[in-house]
């Protein structure tokens, strides 16, 4: 079982990244994706959620209208992308999938933005 991250790195403020979380070992497709990020000093935020057929989503409040959550269950991979960044969106961004009792995490990557 594996979540595998990838695409983050430095940009500047006003940027755009596009992250991309891979699975494997387990059916991704019945799954419940989502990102998180955690900043140095601060508690784990759920960024944004998906569901498994990719019809519905939902975001925080803090990242509403700058970034899209997406999937693309036949490569068992969910995106997210990121625009207008901002500073404060610095952070180690990591996916999850889960279902029921059942909750899969990535290692994380680092986004940092700064000029």
């Known amino acids: 079982v594996q979540l595998v991250e990838s695409g983050g790195g430095l940009v500047q403020p006003g940027g755009s990244l596009r992250l991309s979380c891979a699975a494997s070992?387990?059916?991704?497709?019945?799954?419940?994706a989502r990102w998180f990020r955690q900043a140095p000093g601060k508690e784990r935020e759920l960024v944004a959620t998906i569901t498994t057929d990719g019809g519905g989503t939902n975001y925080a409040d803090s990242v509403k209208g700058r970034f899209t959550i997406s999937r693309d269950n036949a490569k068992n991979t969910v995106y997210l992308q990121m625009d207008s960044l901002k500073s404060e969106d610095t952070a180690v961004y990591s996916c999850?999938?889960?279902?029921?009792?059942?909750?899969?995490w990535g290692q994380g990557t680092q986004v940092t933005v700064s000029s």
């Open positions: 070992g387990f059916p991704f497709a019945s799954y419940v």
């Open positions: 999850n999938a889960i279902r029921g009792l059942y909750i899969f």
